[in-house]
């Protein structure tokens, strides 16, 4: 792959540097970096050994709780020993130096993002070391007080307790999709980072931030449905263009 010119690097950065307001959405080629397997990747992503409406609809649930329950399960022991990479503290870092400057938008549902430090992440998809209740939860369901079990399950009324994820076919939740496209409107510069753009209502935040006249800068390893609306389109890891971009020129400066 050939590195990015050096203008166009210098061009960002001065973006960066005047933005009063900064969005980031990033998707999963940031957690891939550190070793997080993708849904989408023809080869080794999720969804090349499992169809998404055997595991993550709540159709799939409901039919085969115990089967659902055991394969988040076992993406939650995964994720145990995996590390924030040097793009994670990058974003940490900036917000640390720059309070109040960046809103940081994330489709990923792995949570490294706070690992790293960053704070107040708005999760388009929940997290996956979340739960919540299956159905409307009654004055009997209480979370800390559910009966184990694969899944756990309210004593008083039964109700089963769910990955506190965003499944196939549900709406993302309210708050966090509101506070996104609040700061996609507002914002100055919006960096796109690690994902194909071509997960909805997700991707639509960068129209959004075009729209609004932010400049829209697209990071990422291979093309992205997002690239012909970019003003500036960067190739190449994650860990290396946001520590080059953000200010951070030693990874290790961590939260």
Known sequence: ??????????????????????????????????????????????????RPEDLATEQAFRRNPERVWDWYAERRERLLGVQPN???????????????????????????????????????????????????????????????????????????????????????????????QQAAQACDVMLVVGTAGAVYPAAGLAHQARQAGARVVVLNTGPSELDGIAHAVLRGPSAQLLPALLGVSDPAQRA
Request: proline residues 7%.
């Open 1 to 50: 792959m050939r590195d990015n010119p050096s203008n166009a690097l210098d061009e960002v950065r001065a973006w960066l540097r005047d933005a009063r307001r900064v969005a980031v959405l990033t998707g999963a080629g940031v957690s891939a970096e550190s070793g997080v397997p993708t849904f989408r990747d023809a080869q080794t992503g999720l969804w090349a050994r499992f």
């Open 86 to 180: 040097a793009g994670h503290h990058a974003l940490a870092a900036f917000a640390r130096r720059a309070p109040g400057r960046l809103t940081l938008i994330t489709q990923n549902v792995d949570g490294l993002h706070q690992l790293a430090g960053s704070e107040g992440v708005l999760c388009l998809h929940g997290r996956l070391a979340d739960d919540r209740w299956l159905d409307h939860p009654r004055p009997c369901c209480n979370l800390a007080r559910a009966v184990p079990g694969r899944p756990p399950r309210c004593a008083g009324c039964g109700n089963l307790v769910r990955p506190g994820v965003v499944w196939f076919g549900e709406a993302l939740p309210t708050q966090a999709l509101d506070a996104a």
